[in-house]
């Protein structure tokens, strides 16, 4: 959990508090239980952490929506896109939207004159479960974003040098359960994969465990950046970046270069932001690549 805030004329944001809460919410529990269990370790992370804000922004999984980016004619009111978006949304995702929550967000005008548009779409229970999850943990979430999005804001900040609107990266995210990645250009997403690959705590305990990983997660790796050149045979990555949790596990970053044939870089999204006295600094900087979703959520809460 990360809680930014923008102070008044401050050009970057400071980070106010910065928590982690494990929670245990096994598969054989009912639904009930699950949510009553992940709101109660929601509950204790922001009390620890000391967050002063009760509004926040929750992620789902990429792989919970449909997207499409489409161009429309540039030049438009946000309430006539509104409009248009709504009549051609059905087409363009092939959902209904009486079964989906809709969402958007421009992208930027083309060389044609048009304008890119993102359309975002998901079911209306699985964004209603994210609601339900805040409202038991006594908060009140604004937006319900996506992961992959969140990640992308997180990127920004995490590259050392601005810029490069063209530049495509490939972004690893090691997580505890999968192996996701996503590729961007600029501020596109070209490209989602999730690998069931993960690491669990064993492998932080048992040199067995974690050797099996260090062989596993390189080699779907690989696979995965295979899978993204099948799909788009021409594109050239110019960068590869590591979030996630298992970023830090030891001999994972050399193990996927080795396996990769190229440099990669763990990313730190909070390298130009400042410090507030509340946040946890060591906590901050031990786990920063873990935290890339939830900065990224935190970023979309500033204009949310």
Not at 69 to 93: D, I, K, N
Not at 107 to 124: N, Q, T, W
Not at 189 to 218: I, K
Not at 272 to 294: F, K
């Amino acid at each position: 959990m990360i809680e930014l805030q923008r102070r008044p004329g401050g050009e970057v944001p400071v980070v106010t508090a910065v928590g982690m809460t494990r929670t245990d919410s096994p598969a054989a529990l009912t639904s009930e239980a699950r949510l009553a269990a992940q709101a109660d370790a929601l509950r204790r992370c922001v009390l620890s952490a000391g967050a002063k804000t009760r509004r926040v922004v929750l992620a789902v999984p990429h792989g919970a929506v449909l997207s499409a980016v489409v161009p429309f004619e540039g030049g438009l009111s946000e309430e006539a896109l509104e409009l248009r978006v709504m009549l051609e949304a059905e087409h363009h995702l092939s959902a209904s939207l009486d079964t989906v929550a809709l969402d958007f967000e421009r992208l930027g005008p083309r060389s044609d004159g048009r304008e890119d548009v993102l359309l975002v779409a998901c079911r209306k229970e699985v964004v209603a479960e994210q609601r339900a999850l805040a409202e038991a943990a006594g908060l009140q979430a604004v937006a319900v974003d996506v992961e992959g999005y969140a990640l992308w804001r997180a990127l920004g900040e995490a590259r050392s040098q601005r810029g490069g609107e063209d530049r495509v990266t490939a972004l690893f995210l090691l997580g505890p359960g999968a192996l996701q990645l996503f590729a961007y250009r600029g501020a596109r997403l070209l490209y989602a994969r999730s690998d069931a690959v993960g690491y669990g705590e064993e492998a932080m305990l048992s040199e067995a465990a974690l050797a099996a990983y260090l062989e596993a997660a390189p080699a779907q790796a690989e696979r995965a950046l295979a899978s993204l050149y099948g799909a788009q045979p021409t594109l050239v990555i110019d960068e590869v970046a590591v979030a996630g949790a298992g970023a830090a596990l030891p001999g994972v970053m050399a193990a996927l270069e080795g396996r990769l044939g190229r440099p990669c870089w763990i990313t730190d999204p909070f390298l130009r932001m400042a410090l507030g006295p509340r946040a946890d600094a060591s906590l901050l900087a031990a786990q920063a690549p873990a935290l890339m979703v939830a900065c990224g959520l935190a970023l979309r809460g500033f204009t949310a």
